[in-house]
């Protein structure tokens, strides 16, 4: 009766609480369970699980109600699994895999000694319904590996979600969210572009690199509407990557993916009778790359690092005599007029250019068994990206010094420490700091922006109106810990799960000035169309280009409760709570006291 009584007390107090939101993320799978002998519950069995390629242990004893719970565990496998009691025979359980997030579930039926049993092999689909959190898609190493992909990038892996969509852009949008109402984090640590510029929804998105290399993924989980309370903080998808490890052999993998003009083809589209195709021009996209991982210490204490290139090149289109509305000695025209203006000081041309982007990335991983009790992972990462803006068309023709240079960084630490505390206990601690640094680096001397009017087309000169003063800082720290407890029939996790933001924004257009000119003859006698003109109020902020700084945080509290009312029904609820806080001076509150409005 105390029994059925407390069960419905921890049911009514959590169904009474309202439901909130914040953001989190699980790196881990658990297996859990319950042991019975002829359909009694067995207390005080032990459950033993390894994970066979690096010799990682993980335990539990089962309750008063033969359950068990192992957390924190390693995603994939294989695990072994052997469970015992005295006066029993040990059952084993071999080839078990566990996904990303999910809990495989093993009840285990003892006989007694006297009995011989025979090793036990558990085979199945992975992944059963039963074991997921909600509406949700997984993709193991062998899934990823699978999966023919031309760009070598995650979205090829998301795409075969079922409620997925990919745009031009490379923006993901999951059961028609926009694609900045994702979530995306590498091992913990949030991949998201936090602050919103880019395009495609991930650090690194403005200079078109992705932010982890495919080769170093091991698992990946898309969830959709999860009822799991350690994920959630987006209403699209939340895609949940993590990296591979070491194990107790040492392996690696080179690679190399590319392609030339030669093997892209002639021009395509259909032909005109008499028009014949004609090769592309010089071009090229390659990737290759290098991982190692294996043992320092044997069973112990292990490292996975990776290296990987990408480099890919195109030429303009539309350049002056081939396509472009502007003829040859139009361009020299007005080149000589703006030479002749600065006394010989522009040097911008019309050249046929390259565009490129380029990336490095590095990685590297190390996973510690410290004991029995304690599992310890590292994981640092760099993405190094250029990205070289520029282009044509038949109305606009840009001079070589309005291309950009759009450059990132990124920097990503995490740390992860894995507890068992008491035989039915575990916690899981996380911290994570990601840097982002992107900024946009204008190709040519500084000059005013020039645009020349030819009827319908225009012809632009000069520094790039929106990238004379364009700069991102970001800098996102996260600390997790998730404190799991085994009680009776009832699996309870209490955690907390909070986010701090750091921005620098610098974004002045026109800085240097802006002239617009309606023909060619305007530009040469000085007359003027429009004028522009930008910068920060320098008795406000104390500089013409000044950067605003803020920040925020965002403190979140959770607790869950999954109850095994029968072995055939299972609840699970919880309740999420958040408080966002935001700091930062205010210079608009600053501005109005200085000049005397309320």
């Known amino acids: 009766m105390q029994k059925r009584m407390r069960s419905f007390l921890v049911v009514a107090m959590l ?44 335990g539990a004893i089962t309750n008063v109600d033969g359950r068990f719970t192992m957390q924190g565990m390693r995603a994939g496998g294989p695990y072994k699994v052997e469970v015992s009691y ?7 359980f071999n080839k078990i895999n566990l996904q990303l997030g999910e809990t495989y579930q093993l009840d285990i039926q003892l006989k007694e000694s006297s009995e011989l049993l025979d090793e036990v092999v558990v085979t199945g689909q992975k992944g059963v319904a039963a074991s997921r959190t909600g509406a949700a898609t997984s993709f193991s190493l062998k899934n990823i590996e699978s999966v023919p992909t031309m760009s070598r990038s995650l979205n090829d892996i998301t795409r075969l979600t079922p409620q997925a969509t990919v745009n031009s852009n490379g923006a993901i949008s999951f059961a028609g969210a926009n694609n900045r109402y994702n979530s995306f984090q590498i091992d ?21 690199v992705e932010p982890v290399s495919l080769e170093t993924i091991e698992q990946i989980q898309i969830n959709i509407a999860p009822f799991d309370v350690r994920q959630s903080g987006f209403t699209g998808g939340g895609i949940n990557a993590i990296t591979k490890s070491g194990t107790n052999k040492f ?48 069973d112990k204490l292990f490292f996975f690092a990776n ?77 190094g990206a250029q990205r070289y803006n520029f282009s044509r068309s038949y109305s606009k023709l840009n001079a070589s010094d309005v291309a950009f240079v759009f450059t990132n960084k990124t920097h990503s630490l995490t740390a992860e420490l ?83 933001y750091q921005f620098e924004n610098l974004f002045i257009q026109n800085l240097y000035g802006a002239y617009t000119f309606n023909s060619i003859d305007d530009l040469e006698n000085g007359v003027v169309n429009n004028y522009y003109y930008g910068r920060s109020k320098v008795d406000v902020t104390g500089r013409d280009d000044w950067a605003p700084s803020f920040g925020a945080m965002q403190l979140g509290f959770y607790a869950q409760d999954t109850w095994n009312a029968t072995n055939r029904f299972t609840l699970t609820y919880g309740i999420r709570m958040d408080i966002p806080i935001f700091f930062g001076y205010s210079y608009k509150k600053r501005y109005f006291q200085q000049y005397g409005y309320s």
């Open 86 to 92: 005295v006066g029993y025979s040990t059952a084993v």
């Open 251 to 298: 392996h690696g993998s080179a690679y190399f993916f590319g392609n030339t003009q030669a093997l892209i083809g002639t021009t395509a589209g259909e032909m005109e009778e008499g028009q014949k195709r004609t090769k592309l021009d010089k071009q090229h996209d390659y990737q290759w790359g290098v991982t190692i991982g294996g043992p320092i210490i044997k």
């Open 307 to 383: 290296y990987e290139k990408t480099d890919k090149s195109y030429p303009t289109a539309y350049n002056v005599g081939d396509g472009s509305d502007f003829t040859l000695e139009e361009t020299q025209r007005v080149l000589n007029i703006l030479k002749d203006k600065t006394g010989g000081k522009y040097n911008a041309d019309f050249d046929p250019k390259d565009i490129y982007t380029r990336s490095d990335k590095v990685g590297t991983k190390i996973d510690w068994n410290i004991n029995d009790r304690n599992k310890f992972t590292a994981r640092y990462s760099f993405v």
């Open 188 to 208: 913990g640590a949030m991949n998201n572009d936090v602050f919103g510029l880019t395009s495609n929804g991930t650090n690194g998105g403005q200079a078109s």
């Open 418 to 500: 894995n507890s068992r505390i008491g035989d039915n206990m575990n916690n899981e601690a996380r911290f994570s700091y990601v840097r982002v640094r992107d900024n946009r680096e204008p190709q040519g001397d500084i000059f005013p922006a020039i645009t020349v009017k030819k009827g319908a087309s225009s012809m632009l000169l000069g520094t790039e109106y929106s990238s004379c003063a364009n700069r991102l800082d970001q800098d996102i720290f996260t600390l997790s810990d998730n404190f799991s407890v085994l009680l009776g029939n009832h699996s309870l996790i209490f955690g907390t799960h909070n986010e701090m």
């Open 15 to 58: 169904m009474l609480m309202l439901i909130a939101t914040v953001n989190a993320q699980v790196t881990t799978s658990s297996i859990a369970g319950k042991v019975t002998a002829q359909k009694e519950p067995i207390i005080g069995a032990t459950v033993v699980a390894i994970h066979e390629a690096s010799g990682t242990r993980y």
